[in-house]
């Protein structure tokens, strides 16, 4: 193993982190590496100079800033109400009110198609043969020689036509 | 939320204290002092760390701070008040200013560092060496990787253990180790060339 190798058991020996094998091996090879030795030296007062910057001095004000900052924002939060502690509630509102109309809207509903369908929709049942007997001679010879009969549904949306087609067979 | 999966990292310099108990059960209740209290006990590593991770931007740090002790006020109720708040409160704060960081993604001169100088020596010159040695020290910071910094951070300068650091930053301690050797090595070379690159 060359120095170049130990560098790094140099840095990481300067807080011991190694496994003790590790350092029962690089501290054979310091013994007879003086280089090696001055390295692990500097990385050890590096370290050292480090954790004598724990404590920053800084200037009391700064601190008594950030608080004085934190409560007024802390206390501008606590006026606004949280809106998540209600959700369970308001949840459950809409299920019991959509629960309660459920059954009574189907049933509604089921009740009330017929009627609305009559209500709404004017179905006339045209004779179309006597129609087109009348007005279109040549589509009623065509009836006659076994063209099915057309039943046209007008409803009230003009849109809307039903259209029936009736084999004279049948 | 992922910030949310607390570590439960045990420290006993940093770890949950009885008053760290009962303060977060007062403050959950709405208790305002016992959320002040709690600022003013956890601030130091707060600011420090996102100071650091920030490359000494002061202003960055107390955005930081103040955006780190809001989502704890937000998060208060779901917390528990024997978690460890201290890991929370680093994790937490490596997020904030490893996302600052990705946003910024610039150096910050070393001349915005804003601290009041403190006197730990009665030799001026040798007071002046440390000074000077941190402030080197302070720009080397500023070259890392963002994962590296925040490892060495958390490991050096915080002193935690390099199991916590990793549940921290959510990675493993190989690569947390990998980090701080990388980062060391970095530094050194950095302060051997006079604090340039």
Partial sequence: MTCERYERWAALAASGDFDSREQAQFEAHLQGCPSCRILAEEFAALTSELSGMKDPAIDPAVYASIRRNVMERRSSRRFRVPLWPLLPAATAAVLAILALCWPTRLQHNIASVPTQVSTRHTVKVIPAARTVKKRQPGIARKMESGQPLVVKMLTDDPDVVIIWLVDKGD | ?197
């Avoid at chain 2, 709690?38 to 590593?45: V, W």
């Avoid at chain 2, 701070?65 to 109720?77: E, G, M, N, P, S």
């Fill in chain 2, 1 to 197: 939320m992922w910030e949310l999966a607390l570590a439960t990292i045990f420290d006993p310099s940093t770890g949950q204290s009885s008053t760290d108990v009962d303060l977060i059960r007062r403050a959950q209740t709405g208790d305002a002092a016992a959320f002040e209290q709690i600022m003013r006990l956890h601030e130091r590593r707060v600011l420090a760390t996102a100071l650091r991770l920030l490359n000494g931007n002061l202003a960055d740090a107390q955005d930081a701070a103040q955006t780190v002790f809001l989502r704890l006020h937000k998060h208060l109720r779901r917390i528990r008040a024997d978690d460890n708040l201290a890991g929370w409160l680093y994790r937490v704060t490596a997020n904030v200013c490893l996302d600052e960081m990705r946003r910024k993604s610039a150096l910050v001169p070393i001349e915005k560092v804003t601290m009041i100088p403190r006197a730990t020596t009665a030799d001026p010159e040798s007071e002046f060496s440390v000074a000077e040695r941190r402030a080197t020290l302070t720009a080397g910071l500023a070259i890392l990787a963002a994962r590296e910094r925040a490892a060495i951070v958390l490991r050096d300068i915080e002193g935690l253990e390099t199991y916590e650091v990793a549940r921290i930053l959510g990675i493993s301690e190989a690569t947390v180790r990998s980090h701080i050797c990388s980062a060391r090595s970095k530094l050194r070379k950095f302060v051997h060339a006079g604090g340039k690159t």
